[in-house]
């Protein structure tokens, strides 16, 4: 072919600078312009032909550019074809083509002229973009989008294994940023050893992964996996310190999940897993379990905020007299989807969203305002329990808190005693220590609750300004069953004496516990033997005080 021959101004449509021009018979005779360009590939720029470029054509796009010539060849005049595919060139490396080709009539038949545009780095960043836009940057793995863009094609009988590494934050402090891939890495080594089947492996959220298996399972088997899977990460983490780190597992099956918004189940169970029970499986009785703890955990705030948890009076009693000397304020909630919920279930939840500085000043506040309209009504002055959270007294601002509240109401600090649960006293932590000691110097009386309920803080009976220890009702329990334990309150009692530490015994709820503790010497009892929990209003309206 003559390349005078070439019209003039097709040469002109092209900018033959930068690209390669190509002109193609029908008899698949190609001739190839600007050296400048074809010259890094391994071909003659005379009489070549389609075969010849087909040659230097990546074996998995030949296939399909023939097609597209053969397409091309169909098609009307002046229709235009673009098409990418990778060419050989002299170094043995391939780099990605963009070809345009258009189909014009020439000397009585027809023939494809077009360009050729070296578009790898385009291509290369392309594909650098969209492998970031589905792998997580610091492990390699699939990310939350790839899950997302799978989600829909998963089989509904399929299930999704969570796991949360529950210290990750915990490990970067100690060994940096490292620590997130020798997770990853025990994580993968665990589940190659565990699942004998294929799997999908997800980074989700910096310390949530998922797990997807195209073999379908049943509940038992799931949980049966995720204890395997427990077992043999610890193992992995026994035999490296840098890996000694909890995971949470949880199992959820794909019918469970919602089809618009799976991921929101998904972080509820690994936040599950990761603070109430762990392995777990999204099902039935555990399904209703989780479903409720976070009604609960999505509407604390709010409740607080809008004083819609409220309080309940019950009465700490003096057995000889039948006088009532205290009342205990504790907390209720009245959900309106939920009903009652009781302060074992919120209050936990609420430590865990620092929401109980919020919930404890509020019950501290309803106890304070109770007294004052007590006041405004009878003779009595009987004092007010509350319940305080070792979170509130690692606050700096407490002691600051409650002095303002009770100046505020004009309620004299000595009828305001502090109740702390003696698990948070055993770490003896010198912050706690101090704010007690603070308290009690503001003339607070503070009070060691749940004595008794697992490992006793003995100590604290010497390191605090105590007023007051109240038995735990397990403790109590115990001693109408074993008379050694019957035994040891009765020291108690004397040692209370003593240090004039007032002893209550919680959960009196019958006769027979009455009597047994009054014989031991317990003179303050507390129980729905005696007295009931009630609103406040029902406390201000009875008669007994007088």
Not at 129 to 134: E, I, K, Q, S
Not at 384 to 408: E, G, I, W, Y
Request: hydrophobic share 40%; charged share 20%; with cysteine.
């Amino acid at each position: 072919m003559n390349k005078q021959a070439l019209p003039k101004v097709l040469l002109s449509l092209f900018d033959t600078a930068g690209e390669g021009f190509w002109f193609m018979s029908d008899d698949n005779v190609v001739q190839f312009y600007n050296h400048s360009f074809y010259q890094q590939f391994p071909l003659s720029m005379e009489d070549s032909t389609l075969d010849d470029w087909l040659r230097l054509v990546h074996p998995e796009d030949r296939e399909k550019l023939l097609q597209e010539v053969d397409c091309h060849r169909q098609a009307l005049l002046l229709a235009r074809v673009t098409t990418r595919y990778r060419v050989k060139n002299v170094s043995g490396r391939y780099l990605w083509i963009e070809a345009t080709g258009v189909r014009v009539e020439y000397q009585s038949g027809l023939a494809i002229v077009g360009v050729h545009k070296n578009v790898s780095e385009e291509v290369l960043l392309n594909q650098y973009l969209t492998h970031m836009a589905t792998h997580d940057s610091e492990t390699g793995l699939f990310n939350r989008h790839k899950f997302l863009e799978k989600f829909p094609s998963l089989s509904e009988k399929t299930w999704i294994l969570v796991c949360c590494l529950a210290q990750l934050q915990q490990l970067q402090r100690q060994v940096g940023y490292e620590a997130i891939g020798y997770l990853s890495s025990a994580l993968v080594s665990t589940l190659d050893d565990v699942l004998q089947m294929k799997y999908g492996l997800y980074r989700i959220s910096a310390d949530v992964f998922v797990v997807t298996m195209e073999q379908a399972i049943n509940s038992e088997e799931s949980l049966s996996l995720l204890y395997k899977i427990e077992s043999v990460f610890h193992q992995v983490g026994e035999n490296d310190s840098i890996l000694s780190s909890r995971l949470g597992l949880g199992a959820i099956p794909v019918c469970a999940l919602s089809v618009t918004a799976p991921l929101q189940q998904i972080f509820d169970l690994s936040e599950y897993s990761r603070a109430i029970s762990s392995p777990i499986t999204y099902m039935g009785e555990s399904q209703r379990s989780i479903d409720r703890y976070f009604v609960i955990h999505d509407a604390l705030e709010s409740a607080v905020n809008k004083h819609q948890i409220t309080i309940a009076l019950q009465p700490i009693v003096e057995a000889a007299t039948g006088k009532l000397i205290s009342f205990e304020a504790l907390a209720r909630w009245e959900h309106p989807e939920l009903g009652s919920i009781p302060p074992s279930e919120f209050i936990p939840i609420a430590e865990r969203l620092g929401h109980i500085h919020a919930l404890g000043m509020l019950i501290f506040e309803q106890a304070c305002q109770y007294l004052v309209m007590f006041d405004a009504k009878h003779h009595a002055r009987p004092l007010v329990n509350v319940n305080v959270s070792a979170h509130q007294l690692l606050r700096a601002s407490f002691v600051d808190d409650v002095c303002k509240v009770v100046a505020h109401f004009g309620i004299d600090s000595t009828r305001i005693v502090l109740e702390v649960t003696e698990s948070y006293l055993l770490d003896e932590n010198p912050t706690i220590t101090k704010a007690l000691d603070v308290l009690h110097t503001h003339g607070f009386k503070l009070s060691l609750d749940d004595f008794g309920s697992g490992m006793s803080a003995i100590t604290s009976l010497f390191r605090l300004p105590l007023y007051q220890v109240k038995l735990d009702k397990v403790l109590i329990n115990e001693a109408m069953r074993r008379e050694a334990c019957l035994k040891l309150i009765a020291h108690l009692y004397e040692f209370g004496n003593t240090y004039n530490i007032t002893l209550v015994a919680e959960g009196v709820e019958t006769s027979e516990m009455f009597k047994r503790l009054t014989e031991v010497g317990i003179s303050y009892l507390q129980g729905y033997y005696l007295y009931r929990p009630c609103s406040p209003q029902v406390w201000l309206e009875k008669s007994v005080f007088e």
